[in-house]
């Protein structure tokens, strides 16, 4: 089973800051098999960036996916108001085919 | 507009069965892999099970923790995803999102989930 393991578990940053995300695996992942949600609260996962660099439809430009082999990093350039949430990794892989990091919370300092 | 809506939820005893359902509009639901997870309260998100497309074997993939209790069928002819769940525990408990999955399993798409309460 490959473990996502997502660092720091809190952030606390102050809009206009920058954020970086960290998503280690326990194993290689392909990077075609990685991806990143955003959670608010009481809403639906939304996601954000996969393959593991690529924005999905709407997602603004200050969001960014990097990494490879075991090593995956979300960067958010400039935080706006609306992007303290949770963030969470995926993978997909073998046995358990898909799993997810146990996330970070961004909040506002 | 591209939707999932799930049905289904409520409070069900240990031991007892519930049927999700995953009601898909604005795309061609056939096409696609489709997924539940789920979310315990103030929990993270878990992977629970997702069937593949007709194109790709109609296959099914289940976690360990509901394998032989649970189980994904899709209805392409009218657009329906189904999680039925038998053997209910109290550690079921959660609410339970529908997906669209892409090619590489990411879940682009999310119902709004039903909430599955599991106590006596």
């Known amino acids: 089973e490959i473990v996502l393991t997502q660092s720091p578990g809190t952030l606390s940053l102050s809009p206009g800051e920058g954020a970086t995300l960290s998503c280690r695996a326990s194993?290689?992942?392909?990077?075609?098999?990685l991806a990143w949600y955003q959670q608010k609260p009481g809403r639906a996962p939304r996601l954000l960036i996969y393959?593991?660099?690529t924005r999905a439809t709407g997602v603004p430009d200050r969001f960014r996916g990097s990494g490879s082999g075991t090593d995956f990093t979300l960067t958010i350039s400039r935080l706006e108001p609306e992007d303290f949430a949770v963030y969470y990794c995926q993978q997909y892989g073998s046995s358990p085919p898909i799993t997810f990091g146990q996330g970070t919370r961004l909040e506002i300092k | 507009e591209v939707q999932l809506v799930e049905s289904g939820g409520g409070l069900v005893q240990p031991g007892r069965s519930l049927r999700l359902s995953c009601t898909a509009s604005?795309?061609?639901?056939?096409?696609?892999?489709m997924g539940w997870f789920r979310q315990a309260p103030g929990k993270g998100l878990e992977w629970v099970s997702f069937?593949?497309?007709?194109?790709?074997?109609?296959?099914?993939e289940y976690a360990a923790s509901v394998k032989g209790r649970f189980t994904i069928s899709r209805d392409d002819s009218r657009g329906i995803a189904y999680l039925q769940m038998n053997s209910l525990k109290t550690e079921d408990t959660a609410l339970y999102y529908c997906?669209?999955?892409?090619?590489?399993?990411?879940?682009?798409?999310w119902g709004k989930g039903t909430t599955v309460t599991v106590s006596s």
């Open positions: 604005g795309f061609t639901f056939a096409d696609y892999a």
């Open positions: 069937i593949r497309s007709r194109a790709y074997g109609g296959t099914t």
């Open positions: 194993q290689t992942v392909s990077t075609t098999y």
């Open positions: 997906t669209r999955l892409r090619v590489y399993y990411y879940m682009d798409v």
């Open positions: 393959g593991p660099s």
